[in-house]
């Protein structure tokens, strides 16, 4: 399944999809990191927005991107994860502990504009 | 269908009635005495003590609807329409005060006075009292029994109803400045409420859009270990929605409970009382305030 990914201007935006299989996530995973090395980017926002559950491969999965895409000297901000699956994430033990958060795009773009603002 | 009957003192042969039959015969003898057995009936309710919150304009009232619906029970078998007008009629009364010993106390009161007047009415046919009754005993107790389970259900359909309203009003989510959400818990906090309190709070960063929340548990006396696991859970997940929590008030108590269970600190946000958390929190926002007069 393609996951759309937006570029605008050093940020890169990736909307998943409600049903990611666990092969869809391993290949973002990859997908993600290469386009932050070919574009030079210096955030990825990825929106959670349209899945409605989380599951523990999947959170896994996306501390593994922020981490990698940390490594390229970029920031990941995850935004619109859903107050039903926030509460069973956190009931499962799922904090996306070391990854940055915010409400949804709007949140997660202003996140990184005082994040570029103080490092400038 | 004709019966030989050889010796006998009884009126001259008749065929048997059928059930059906016989309930339309005392169906209509019910009508056509319903005045007289309806009064009949509240005065008997008035000896008994019976429905004391209700005035006797209002009993009578009520009484002869609940007479014509049993009667038209009887006629008519539709008990699902008579367990409507039960939980209907609950609906009014249930309001006043009105105990269930006391509605089915009435209704077994009717079902007495009705009985009553077929034995007064059939007393020289021994034989088509017999039957008469045969008819009318279970639909009298089927009636009996539907009322009572209409009045007992209307009753737990209000409690849950009213459990529901003291746990929203229990729990308010307010907005004190633009992105900053206080949520003040005030009581015993079990399990459920927590949940429920978490549910909402979450809800409500969504929708305010908040950016701070200030939780404060002056008000909570002590919790225990599932419930400051759900404080510390409500904390995580408001994370994921972008938002930071403070928590503010812990008691002693509270506190010991949290080093128990060996809560990481450093996840938790914690300031000394509400005043501390808000100036706290408008300082994360970027808020400064500045006093520019004395009160006057």
């Known amino acids: ?120 | 269908m004709a019966r030989r009957d050889v010796a006998s003192v009884s009126p001259p042969l008749k065929r048997m009635e059928e059930p059906s039959e016989l309930l339309r015969e005392l169906v209509a003898h019910l009508r056509q005495n319903r005045t007289q057995l309806r009064e009949e009936w509240v005065v008997r309710i008035t000896e008994t003590r019976l429905l004391t919150a209700m005035t006797k304009e209002e009993i009578f009232a009520e009484a002869t609807s609940v007479y014509d619906s049993y009667v038209e029970a009887l006629e008519t078998e539709a008990f699902e329409a008579l367990q409507a007008y039960a939980r209907n009629l609950s609906e009014r009364i249930i309001p006043r005060g009105v105990e269930t010993h006391e509605v089915v106390g009435i209704v077994l009161l009717l079902r007495d006075v009705l009985a009553r007047s077929l034995f007064a009415k059939y007393q020289n046919d021994f034989k088509k009292l017999n039957r008469i009754l045969d008819a009318y005993e279970p639909a009298a107790n089927r009636i009996a029994n539907t009322v009572a389970v209409g009045f007992v259900q209307e009753r737990e359909r209000v409690i849950r109803q009213q459990q529901e309203a003291i746990r929203e009003l229990s729990t308010p989510v307010l907005q004190v400045r633009e992105r900053l959400l206080i949520l003040p818990i005030i009581g015993v906090i079990d399990p459920q409420r927590a949940r429920q309190l978490t549910e909402q709070l979450l809800r409500g960063i969504r929708t305010n859009r908040a950016k701070v929340v200030v939780i404060d548990i002056t008000g909570v006396a002590a919790m225990d270990l599932t419930v400051a696991n759900n404080l510390v859970q409500t904390v995580e997940a408001s994370r994921l929605l972008g938002a930071t929590v403070i928590v503010t008030g812990l008691s002693p108590e509270i506190a010991q409970t949290l080093v128990t269970i060996g809560v990481d600190l450093g996840k938790m946000n914690t300031v000394g009382d509400l005043q501390g958390g808000i100036e706290q929190a408008e300082r994360l926002l970027g808020y400064k305030v500045e006093k520019l007069a004395e009160p006057r």
């Open chain 1, 1 to 120: 399944m393609e996951v759309p990914i937006l570029k605008q201007g050093a940020v890169l935006i990736a909307t998943f999809q409600a049903a990611l299989s666990d092969a869809d996530l391993n290949q973002l995973r990859m997908g993600l990191v290469q386009q932050v090395v070919k574009f030079r980017s210096r955030a990825v926002i990825v929106d959670v927005t349209a899945m409605d559950v989380m599951d523990s491969f999947a959170s896994r999965t996306l501390r593994e991107i922020a981490h990698m895409i940390r490594l390229r000297g970029a920031e990941t901000v995850i935004v619109g994860i859903q107050p039903e699956v926030a509460f069973a994430m956190v009931q499962l033990g799922l904090t996306l502990e070391g990854v940055a958060t915010a409400l949804d795009l709007e949140e997660g773009l202003a996140y990184l504009n005082e994040k570029f603002k103080t490092t400038n």
